[in-house]
């Protein structure tokens, strides 16, 4: 036998090998299972009716800082607050007698969020802002002062050592450096719960599921998973957004009924397609389900450049005249990057992205390229401008 038909003997079996190994692959994909649709739990869709945080707000003072507080010429109503905080320890200052300069004390506001079924004794966090003039109150401590809820009542009591993220570096020169704010900081634990807000969670024979965003088709499959698991009747639509569902009368079951109903998995409706621009930073997202018809766009930037070259006027000798500078403006208008670039029918977000960046288009630029797009029907999406 020749090299060529030993070759050809040595080709055949590897050719099979080959085509053996492919066919295992093509088998094992076939029988891969699909990757599931995207599911989320029903808590993380909806929230429970009537379960809500309360914000609270109260006024009080920051002592101890260091020179650094409120020019109290400039907001008498820190030295009121301190005056009065005085008289509660039997501390009396003299009418007449020259108001104190404090320099270690701000007047702040305090704001917390009681959250829901928070119990007296229960610890909340707190911010601390200054509203008057004080440059920073980093190392002050917060006197104790009362948080009220929307109906007057005080729901908490807010005390503790400001955390303040912010720095503040000031050189004799004048010169400065500021990172972050430093008027206003944070108090982790600084409240004490002192009442609880009454909860109708326990009296209802029915509880509702409100939608962070309301869609009727997650509406309806959320209506769906709850009656295939737990029986037809169970949950009911109300509408795009609400969702009924009957629970036990007994609280412990009843908790654990919405427990186990919260865990549930659900598929989401698709969201709508939606561009949302924000006009002040250049920001843009752009949906996924985006499209755009055909459409040629093109977008130029136009740019002036307005120079300033003053020249001297020096009057003749003996003249008596005096010598002025006569202004001399150059003022030119250019206009560069005239690009157009086409889309096609039911172009994609990938294709948008694309065509933009090739042009080398700013997110100004594309703003307006979107908004265009819009008036001109091109657009199949809600812009949102923010």
Known sequence: MNARGSAAVAVAPLRKWVQSIALGLVVALLAFPAAPARADKIRDLASVGGVRSNQLIGYGLVVGLDGSGDQTTQTPFTTQSVENMLQQFGVNIPAGVTAPQLKNAAAVTITAELPPFAKPGQAIDVTVASIGNAKSIRGGELLMSPLRGADGNVYAIAQ??????????????????????????????????????????????????????????????????????????????????????????DPTQKVAWLGTIQNLDVTPGDPPARVVVNSRTGTVVIGSDVRVSAAAVAHGSIQVTISEQPQVSQPGAFSKGQTVVVPSSNVQVSEDGGHMFKFGPGVSLDTIVRAVNQVGASPSDLISILQALKQAGALHADLVVI
Not at 183 to 211: C, H, Y
């Open 160 to 249: 503790g050592s400001v955390v303040v993220g912010g720095i503040t570096a000031k050189g004799k020169s004048g010169s400065s450096v500021e990172k972050n704010i430093s008027a206003s900081g944070r108090i982790p634990g600084g409240a004490t719960v002192e009442r609880s807000v009454p909860s109708a969670f326990a009296g209802t024979d029915d509880l509702r599921l409100n939608l962070n965003s309301p869609d009727f088709t997650t509406v309806s499959r959320i209506v769906s998973t709850i009656n295939r698991t737990y029986g037809s009747g169970t949950a009911r639509a109300v509408d795009g957004g609400t969702v009924d569902v009957r629970v036990p009368q």
